[in-house]
C-alpha cells in the first residue's frame, strides 16, 4: 500500500494553513493504478481512494466522527462504503454489459462458499481507512471507497467533502472541500 510523505503533494487536496491541516484524495480510477489489489474493487462498483490528511501543526488532529461524502456534479451524494457494504458488494458476482447475471445455470450443486475470500478480507483490513487521530507532524492514510454502480461512474464535477474533523482540544475545524477536477486535469 502506499505511504504518501504530505497531502499538500497531490493535485486533489484542501489546505488548511491556518489550523495546519490538509487532506487530500486520490482516486485509484483506472486498471492500472487499481493494479495493487488483488480484489477487482472497481469491477464490483467500488472506487477506491487513498485519502490522506496530514498534520503540519503542533497539536493532534482527531478523526474520530468525520463524515465523508463524495458529491457527484448532478449532487448526487455518496457516502464511504463502510465494511459491511464492502462485503456485500464484493460477495456478488459482477455482471456483463447486459445486466444478466454470469452464474451458470443450471448451477453446479457446492457446499457452502464464502462470498469474500480471506485473501480480499486481509487486503480490506490493511487498506481501509482507519485511523482516529494524527500526531502533530505526522501523515496518515489509507482507502476509502465509494459505491459508485449506480451512478455515471464520471468524477468530473464532483467534490469530495470532509466534516467533524477536531482538533485535540475538540473544537471543530472549518469543513474541507477537495475539487477532483483538480485530480482529473493533471492526469491528462
Known sequence: ???????????????????????????????????????????????????????????????????????????????????DDMYRRLSRTPSNDSGVSRLPLPIPPRGPKAGVSREVQVEMDAARFQRRAVEPGETQSGFLFFDISETQKSLAGAHLYVTGVREGGGSELMFFDISLDKYLASSQ
Not at 489489489?37 to 501543526?57: D, K, T
Open 1 to 83: 500500500m502506499p505511504h504518501p510523505t504530505d497531502a499538500t503533494a497531490f493535485p486533489a487536496h484542501d489546505d488548511h494553513p491556518s489550523e495546519k491541516v490538509s487532506i487530500a484524495i486520490d482516486p485509484y480510477d483506472t486498471p492500472q493504478k487499481s493494479s495493487i489489489f488483488n480484489a477487482r474493487y472497481l469491477e464490483h462498483g467500488l472506487l477506491p481512494m487513498l485519502f490522506i490528511v496530514s498534520n503540519s501543526g503542533n497539536r493532534l488532529v482527531v478523526l474520530n466522527g468525520i463524515t465523508v461524502q463524495l458529491v457527484l456534479r448532478d449532487r448526487n451524494k455518496i457516502s464511504a462504503a463502510n465494511e
